[in-house]
């Protein structure tokens, strides 16, 4: 019956994934509140734990978001004293990111998160990275394609 009902709204696979990503960062947020973390600055700590001492450029490429939008979650991450901006030596455009010891020392307890939402998931690990590879071709299709 639903076939000839196209726009049904659970027939939307944005809205499955929208729904989810909602429920996801529902997840996190409750996790991420003890260590006084949002949502988006754990993401930009995660590109730092991976490589310190990035530009706002570069981390912005990683998120697949635009700097202007980062720059609040950079300002008040550096507000709470786990990074700092630097002006680029060669290029005073550019805005050198690096974490200070407090925000280093934090990666522990993220780690801990990433444990609770994989439990929260109830997944097992090979459905799990399949389910990541599956969103990350998708994702790489939709940010390829035209409209």
């Not at 639903?2 to 529902?26: G, I």
């Not at 988006?40 to 570069?58: M, S």
């Amino acid at each position: 019956m639903t076939e000839n009902q196209p726009l049904l709204l659970d027939q939307q696979l944005c809205f499955a994934l929208y729904s989810t990503s909602l429920a996801m960062n529902k997840i996190y947020k409750a996790l991420l509140e003890p260590i006084n973390l949002t949502y988006p600055q754990f993401l930009v700590l995660l590109v730092l734990w991976e490589k310190d001492g990035g530009t706002l450029k570069e981390l912005s490429q990683r998120l697949h978001q635009n700097p202007g939008a980062l720059t609040p979650v950079v300002k008040r991450l550096e507000k709470q004293g786990l990074l700092v901006r630097r002006r680029g030596g060669k290029d005073e455009r550019s805005l050198a990111i690096e974490l200070t010891e407090d925000g280093r020392a934090l990666r522990e307890q993220a780690a801990a998160v990433n444990q609770q939402v994989a439990g929260t998931c109830g997944m097992a690990q090979q459905e799990f990275e399949n389910l990541r590879g599956t969103l990350l071709a998708l994702r790489g299709r939709l940010e390829g394609g035209t409209v």
